[in-house]
Structures are given as structure tokens and as C-alpha cells.
């Protein structure tokens, strides 16, 4: 099985055998291939009918849940990793999402687009429109993405919070990474995996 | 009959007996010395007796849950769910359902005769609780040579059964299947509970639960009882859609008869219940369901007592469910999870309120679908 490449840096963040939830699990991609390589224990949340049906059939642990309504299934730490790919952004309140997440978990790993990459930034500053693109597809009226950040935001918000961000991958939209988006994350990355603890 | 011929039904069924003759002591003290178990079965056991599915029933279910008994035009309870290629497919399982001790279609209960005395047990009939049930349950498994059940299923108060098999004989089924129910019951539904029996009990025609001999029926209390927890088992807007404000007539009659169609459609439910449903019966099954709190021996904490479950678990609930909520779900969900056992959870949109888990929705058939296509590869079944 090929994993998505950004999920395949995920994967190699995961310890084997640990506990692991994911949040917005989707179709149950990335517990599959956790479960099947490296025997974690994992539970997926997920809203959407059609891709809880998929990890009922992946065999996947999934719990029908609104991440708006927080963690609440979940005791204080009670997994090892906590993920949450591409949903901070979409969620009513990321800030306390994410304080959730390192109360459940131990690590967290979250990715998410980067509202300061440079074709963002020209798009307003050119067309005077919200961005679109194929990483925000989405009219500004009917996006589920409410809460748009740049990778400079987020790690503010986390040192607000006293989080350590323990690794930080910044990629293209083809989840590639390159020397000039090292260079300049926040002005190049479009999509960025970080891991961070308490 | 052109029901049974058709493609995915189970056909034409004949019940079967099996008679008990080692005694039962129940949870409350008390021994019935023989009982008999009213069954169904649908489709085949298979060489090494590793497909068989147990469906437990409601308050007022039964054991005929799916086909057609010779003559009738409508099928068992669960039709919907069991049969050749439905998402408890025949071809694959071999699914029993037994009528409950204490009910009253067949299996031994209030209407049965008291060897003792020989009249009708009526209100001397030992009250039962869920685990005496699945007791009884696990012995009809030892008769018909079913070591592991495949799965146990039940909704709402059978879901309570499904439950508890998965802590009274962990290493006897491999999944549980838990619908529209909860881990006890609130305040308030015993409160409904209790309404219904005082209806049933202060009837006239109760005679303190010997009515058979006196050759009378609590028909009044019986379908008053029915018609208040049918309420229960619709949500408001099912009820709103269904009959809304529609009158019988269109003239007023300034009196108390049914001028409106719900009220009608209880009067209905409540007459029909009324004459095919036993009184003593009602009141035992409603007590079991206000005794049932496994967590209790356990510190009253339901993560421990889940912990003794080896097997997986689907839960499942409906949105505008209120007699067991999402939320009363979510309990066991949550337990399940604090307790780390493979669990898969969904909360089914609809407007049908408890009566739901009866209906085949679209999105409850695909998810429950998926889960017993799940069980019976992993099972290689």
C-alpha cells in the first residue's frame, strides 16, 4: 500500500505498537497502514456517512464525532499521538482543539494549508478576492475552512501556549519538500506537518 | 403467498421448542425447576457451528423477528435486517432468535401453567432479569452445539442484552451488536415504566395479575400502558410528519372522543397491543429493563465493567432517539473506549425517534451492512 506522502511522513513520526487517534480519520487511510505496519492501537474520528462506512469496512476503530464538540470520548492522556490532518483550520475553535488534543494525547501531529504562501498573499494583493486555489477550493461563503492561518500564526498560538514543536515539515502541494521552501516556510510552504507536546 | 416466494426472504417459518429440565436459579433467588425456550432459526449452521448470530429482543418483541408463519401476510419484526443477502444475510449466518423467559409467545412465562399449582403462573411468574436471559440464552447455545456466537445483536432493550453477553460469557461471542439502547435506564424512563404498570396494575381487571383464571384481561390498563410508550418511541416531528394537527372530520364534535388522527392511531396501538400481549408479561419485561445496570457490580463505573468484554463492538443511535439518546450510547461508547476494546460507533440521522432501529435508513442499512460484512470475513465466514 502507498500512503499519500504527506501522510507517509506521518507514518514515520508514529512510534510502532503505540495508541494513536486520528482526527477526521477520513477514509481510514493512515490507521490502516498504522495498523498493518506497525501495530498501532488506534481510534478514528470522523462526521462524513460515507467515509465512516469506509473504515468500517478497513476493519478501522471509527467513532462518529463533531470535533467541534471536543474530546470528550477521550480521557487525559490516554494515547500516545493525537493527528489531525487538514481539519485545524476547519473547526469553530483550533486554540482549544488543539489544548484538547495534548490533554488526550502526548504528542500531537497537525497539518494544515498556509494562508502566507506567496501566491495566497498575490492573489488578494492582485485580484483583491479571497484566494482560491487547488489547496483552498472553496468559494469565501461556502468554505469549511473559518479559521485560515499562516505557519507564523501557529507557532505563535503555540508558544502562547508553551508548546514545543518538536519537528516541523513544510511542503509543496504535492506534499514535496525543497530547499527554498526550508529557506522560506512561510512565504513558500503551502501545506506544513508539525509535531509539538506540552 | 407471494411474500415468502420472494428473493431475499427467509421463506415460510416454523417455530421450534426446546424444553429445559435442569433448573435455572435466578438472579433474584428464585428456581424455575423446567422452562421451555420458543426459537426461530434462518439459514444454515455451518460444519463447525462458527456462523450462528443471536438476535435479542425488544420489550415487546419475540422470537419471530424475520419470514412469514404460514398465513400470515406480514413478516417478523426485523424482516428489514435478516434474510439471503440482507445485513444479516442468511447465506452467510445461521440467526437464531429466542422468545425471552417470561414473555408470551411460547417460551415459559406468566401465561404458562404453574406445574406447582396448575393454574397459570400470572403475577406468581419469578421476576427475570437481563442476565437470567442471557443465561438462558447461552444454555439454548449448548443445545444446539454453538460454542462462539459470530455476533449477539439487539435493539434497545435487546441491545441490553447484546451488552451484557459481552461481560457474562466474554469468550463466547465475537461481536457485539448494540442499537438504540443504553448501558441503564434514567429517572425518567423508569418514571414511564412505572406510569405504565400502575395503569396495567390498577385495573379492575387485574385481580392482582390472576386474571387468566378469572377469565378476564387488564384490557384498559394494558392499552393505556401501550399507547404511552408507543409515544416514546416516536419523535415529535415523526409524529408532527405522520398525523400533524389532521382531524378525523371536518366538523368539531365538543366531545371526548378520538377526534384527531394521532389520537386514533394510539387508540389503535394501544387496542391491538391490548390483544395480543400479556399483562404480567408487560410488567416483568419493564422491570427488567429498570433492574438493568451492569456497571453496578462494578463500582459503578462502566469502563471496568466493559472491561471483561473480549469481543468488538458496533454501537449504534438515531438522532431524535429520546427514550435512549445518542447520548445514553455515547456512555457505553465512551466506556468502551476508556476500557481500549475495538468499538466503531454511528449516530444515525433521522427523524423516526426509537422506533428507528426497526427501519431500514439508508445510512444505518450501509454502515450496519458494512460491520456484518466485516464479521463474516474476518471470521472467513
Known sequence: ?198 | MPQSNSANSVGVITPQIAKFDEPLTLVSGKTLASYELTYESYGELNADKSNAILICHALSGHHHAAGFHDGDKRPGWWDACIGPGKVIDTNKFFVLSVNNLGGCHGSTGPTTTNPETGQPYGSDFPMVRVRDWVESQARLADRLGIDKFAAVIGGSLGGMQALRWSIQYPERLHYSVVIASAPKLSAQNIAFNEVARNAIMKDPEFHDGHYIVKNAIPKTGLMTARMLAHLTYLSDDAMGEKFGRDMKSDEVKYNYSPEFQVESYLHYQGEKFSTSFDANTYLLMTKALDYFDPAQYYDHDLAKCLDEATCKFLVVSFTTDWRFSPQRSEEIVDALIEADKDVTYARIESEKGHDAFLIPIPRYINVFGAYMNRVAQELKL
Open chain 1, 1 to 198: 500500500m502507498t500512503l499519500r506522502s504527506d501522510l507517509n511522513i506521518i507514518q514515520s513520526w508514529v512510534s510502532p505498537e503505540s495508541q494513536v487517534l486520528d482526527l477526521g480519520c477520513g477514509q481510514g487511510e493512515l490507521l490502516s497502514f498504522l495498523k498493518q505496519h506497525k501495530q498501532c492501537k488506534s481510534y478514528g474520528l470522523e462526521i462524513n456517512p460515507d467515509s465512516i462506512v469506509s473504515c468500517v469496512e478497513k476493519g478501522i476503530n471509527v467513532i462518529e464525532h463533531d470535533l467541534n464538540d471536543g474530546l470528550k470520548h477521550f480521557k487525559n492522556g490516554s494515547v500516545d499521538t493525537v493527528i489531525m490532518t487538514q481539519a485545524l483550520q476547519a473547526v469553530d475553535r483550533p486554540d482549544l482543539l488543539l489544548e484538547d488534543m495534548l490533554r488526550v494525547g502526548k504528542e500531537a501531529i497537525i497539518t494544515f494549508p498556509n494562508f502566507g504562501y506567496w501566491r495566497t498573499r498575490l492573489f488578494l494583493m492582485l485580484k483583491g478576492k479571497m484566494p482560491m486555489s487547488k489547496t483552498l477550493p472553496f468559494n469565501w461563503y461556502d468554505t469549511p475552512n473559518i479559521h485560515m492561518c499562516t505557519f507564523q500564526d501557529f507557532e505563535k498560538l503555540c508558544s502562547e501556549k508553551g508548546l514545543h514543536i518538536l519537528d516541523r515539515t513544510v511542503v509543496d502541494k504535492d506534499h514535496q519538500e525543497s530547499l527554498a521552501i526550508r529557506m522560506w516556510p512561510n512565504l513558500l510552504g503551502e501545506i506544513a506537518i508539525y509535531r509539538v507536546s506540552r
